[in-house]
């Protein structure tokens, strides 16, 4: 059976600022208001019945989205950022551009970019993690990153590990 989560009516949701190195108008930082809906498969289970518990996916969901909101997002893995300093603050350059932020500000995520498809890698990698932590009975976790209202990235990962 599959359960699915809206993360607009159910407030999975965060703000952030990106860039998409060398993209001819993603290239400048400039932000979404993301949602994040979720789809799980698996087997009932349990006293209730549940294949899991919506409250229990919401909350790992929504712990990964307040990491994320209000920050720039920063894909270590980019083979295009220079990076120069990552302490106190961020430095680093993207084709001649110099950039220095307040490490405060920026979440550094291990992901080569910091599109929708890689956020939604990122976010489908963790809630499997968190998932398995806690024993679910979880067969697949498809996740879609949608960037503001009407477009998005869908990623899903199964137990036999044949992602698309
Ligand atoms: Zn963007």
Known sequence: ??????????????????MIPEHESCGCIHGHSYHVDVQ???QRSGKFGFVVDFKEVKSIVRTICK??????????????IEFKSVKNSVEFSIDGKEYKLPLQDCVLLPLPST???D??????????????????DVS????????????G?????NR?????
């Open 1 to 18: 059976m599959k359960i699915i989560i809206n993360g607009i009516h159910a407030n999975l949701r965060f703000s952030a600022a990106h």
């Open 40 to 42: 799980l498969e698996g």
């Open 67 to 80: 990491k994320l909101d209000h920050k720039v997002l920063i894909p270590l893995e980019s083979p295009l």
């Open 115 to 117: 599109s929708a498809e």
């Open 119 to 136: 956020l939604s890698i990122y976010f489908v990698d963790k809630l499997w993690e968190k998932l398995q932590e806690k024993g679910a």
């Open 140 to 151: 697949v976790v498809q996740i879609c990153v949608n960037e503001g209202i009407g477009q």
């Open 153 to 157: 990235a869908f990623y899903s990962r």
């Open 160 to 164: 036999n590990c044949e992602n698309y």
